[in-house]
């Protein structure tokens, strides 16, 4: 079982900058660990549905975006951490969302999802204009 705890998420202006952390613990198998595939981020504002914005092939490095954040926001890994993060760059008030970090150690992903195998309970981002 993997369990994945985001943190800094909080208030910005438009415009503003915020680097949201995602620090994975806990053992899957002796195949699969939590960075064997597919890692990633979504969000979710209230009454709308999941949104891929993010996601990462840990094994080739490649990176994939949504249009609405591509140019803005960056995800990345540190595997001596056992962190995902996810820099987000010139917020825009539509940004507003909870966001979550996602992995799914069993496959590989060539572009945003918003299903994985496991993620975390999520941190709020809050973008005024």
């Known amino acids: 079982q993997v369990h994945l705890v985001e943190t800094g998420g909080g208030s910005v202006q438009a415009g503003g900058s915020v680097r949201l952390s995602c620090v994975a613990s806990?053992?899957?198998?002796?195949?699969?660990?939590?960075?064997?595939?597919?890692m990633g981020w979504f969000r979710q504002a209230p009454g709308k549905e999941r949104q891929g914005i993010a996601t990462?092939?840990?094994?080739?490095?490649?990176?994939d975006y949504g249009d609405a954040v591509k140019g803005r926001f960056t995800i990345s890994h540190d595997s001596a951490k056992n962190t995902i993060y996810l820099q987000m760059n010139d917020l825009k008030p539509e940004d507003t969302a909870m966001y979550y970090c996602a992995v799914d150690p069993r496959i590989k992903c060539f572009a945003v999802r918003t299903d994985f195998d496991y993620w975390g309970q999520g941190t709020q981002v809050t973008v005024s204009s």
């Open positions: 990462m092939n840990t094994d080739t490095g490649r990176t």
């Open positions: 806990g053992y899957i198998s002796s195949k699969y660990t939590y960075d064997s595939g597919c």
